[in-house]
Nanobody, 120 residues
């Protein structure tokens, strides 16, 4: 199982670090995706880090968000800097085995989301 945590309410320009912790699943043998869903919107991909360590990001977060792994802690992080109001959403992490992409419909394991609210 996966559990995302670390969300909160912050002002624009602030930073947050989300964590995706796993139990019963070894994350270093999985490709991990971060997704988000704003109120009244569909779920969208934010980032994907494959099992080798390569990362891709949505254009809207490129240069501001970074995904890292801590295999010793079986945890993946999403560092979010320079947050904007449009980043407000529930953030989810998901995993799908030894793949090199993160299609929304192709993720195998999903965690419960964590709310991120960015407002002044």
């Amino acid at each position: 199982q996966l559990q995302a945590s670390g969300g909160g309410s912050v002002q624009p320009g602030s930073s947050l670090r989300l964590s995706c912790a796993a139990s019963g699943l070894t994350l270093d043998y999985n490709t991990i995706g971060w997704f988000r869903q704003g109120s009244g919107k569909g779920r969208e991909a934010v980032s994907c880090v494959d099992w080798i360590g390569g990362s891709v990001y949505a254009d809207s977060v490129k240069g501001r968000f970074t995904t890292t792994r801590d295999n010793a802690k079986n945890t993946v992080y999403l560092q979010m800097n320079n947050l904007r109001p449009e980043d407000t959403a529930v953030y989810y992490c998901a995993a799908r085995g030894l793949k090199n992409d993160c299609p929304l419909s192709g993720m195998t394991y999903w965690g419960k989301g964590t709310q991120v609210t960015v407002s002044s």
